[in-house]
């Protein structure tokens, strides 16, 4: 399945803002054009998706979950 899959209501294209690094988990700020969308993901996560401020992603909603994809 391919992001584009992904029902684009549930998607918010943005920048990463902020990373607040944890031993575990680390949370990830996402400036997009609706506002600041929050994601904490496994810090594992992070640095295989290669996140740093400035880097494009989309945030991907599910209830109350939020997943981050690098573009």
Not at 57 to 71: C, F, G, M, N, R
């Given at each position: 399945?391919t ?53 494009e ?15």
């Open positions: 399945m992001i584009q899959a992904i029902n684009v209501r549930n998607q918010f294209r943005g920048k990463v803002k902020e990373i607040i690094r944890g031993d575990v988990v680390s949370e990830v700020d996402v400036q997009t054009p609706s506002g600041i969308v929050t994601s904490v993901i496994t810090t594992r996560s992070v640095d295989e998706l290669g996140l740093k401020p400035g880097s992603v989309v945030a991907l909603v599910k209830s109350t979950e939020v997943s981050i994809a690098t573009l």
